[in-house]
Antibody
Framework: QVTLKESGPGILQPSHTLSLTCSFSGFSLSTYGMGVSWIRQPSGKGLEWLASIWWNGNTYNNPSLKSRLTVSKDTSNNQAFLKVTSVDTADTATYYC????????????????WGQGASVTVSS | NTVMTQSPTSMFISVGDRVTMNCKASQNVGTNVDWYQQKTGQSPKLLIYGASNRYTGVPDRFTGSGSGTDFTLTISNMQAEDLAVYYCLQYNYNPWTFGGGTKLELK
């Protein structure tokens, strides 16, 4: 059974760096086709894909965050990380991490297990 | 970016109804579309992948179809537990982009 849980600061000030951790079990980020994606959702609004990191170390980021976003992983400890620099109030949202699988035989991607989400508020 | 436009934004439905919602891509995304269900206060859940493949454990009243730019999610025989917001996602192009969602509410 795949489970994921996000952890983060809860509240942080504008211009600071947001650091989130996704701790997971039930899969390894060293296994072919496995990945972790980050998605955020402002309160009452829709979903925005931020980034994905894959078993082979490849990362894909949403260009809308320009160079503010970094994803990384610690395969040994079953964790993935998201850093967003220079946050402002527009970064206030619930941040989810999701187990993402690449099915090589048909080229599909699925985010088939999600964490409960971590609420992040940017406020002075 | 590939814009995914969902319609309608909300629907008032009754239990037992057949529900159809749409997702239109701003460019051809093949069949690289997933559908997710998000109930109030919960994380999203995968329903359909590759436009038409039902994910493990998803009831067969949920059906996805379409290719290219036009996609549809149909719920036959709507149940109260299906009240939620439904999102489409395209992963054919970077960045992956979600539609704005279709919210199902009871009449």
């Amino acid at each position: 059974q795949v489970t994921l849980k996000e952890s983060g600061p809860g509240i942080l000030q504008p211009s600071h760096t947001l650091s989130l951790t996704c701790s997971f079990s039930g899969f390894s980020l060293s296994t072919y086709g496995m990945g972790v994606s980050w998605i955020r959702q402002p309160s009452g609004k829709g979903l925005e894909w931020l980034a994905s990191i894959w078993w082979n170390g490849n990362t894909y980021n949403n260009p809308s965050l320009k160079s503010r976003l970094t994803v990384s992983k610690d395969t040994s400890n079953n964790q993935a990380f998201l850093k967003v620099t220079s946050v402002d109030t527009a970064d206030t949202a619930t941040y989810y991490c999701a187990h993402t699988t690449f099915y090589y035989y048909d080229g599909t991607y699925v985010m088939d297990a999600w964490g409960q989400g971590a609420s992040v508020t940017v406020s002075s | 970016n590939t814009v995914m436009t969902q319609s309608p934004t909300s629907m008032f439905i009754s239990v037992g109804d057949r529900v159809t919602m749409n997702c239109k891509a701003s460019q051809n995304v093949g069949t690289n579309v997933d559908w997710y269900q998000q109930k109030t206060g919960q994380s999203p859940k995968l329903l359909i992948y590759g436009a038409s493949n039902r994910y493990t454990g998803v009831p067969d009243r949920f059906t996805g179809s379409g290719s290219g730019t036009d996609f549809t999610l149909t719920i036959s025989n709507m149940q109260a537990e299906d009240l939620a917001v439904y999102y489409c996602l395209q992963y054919n192009y970077n960045p992956w982009t979600f539609g704005g969602g279709t919210k199902l509410e009871l009449k």
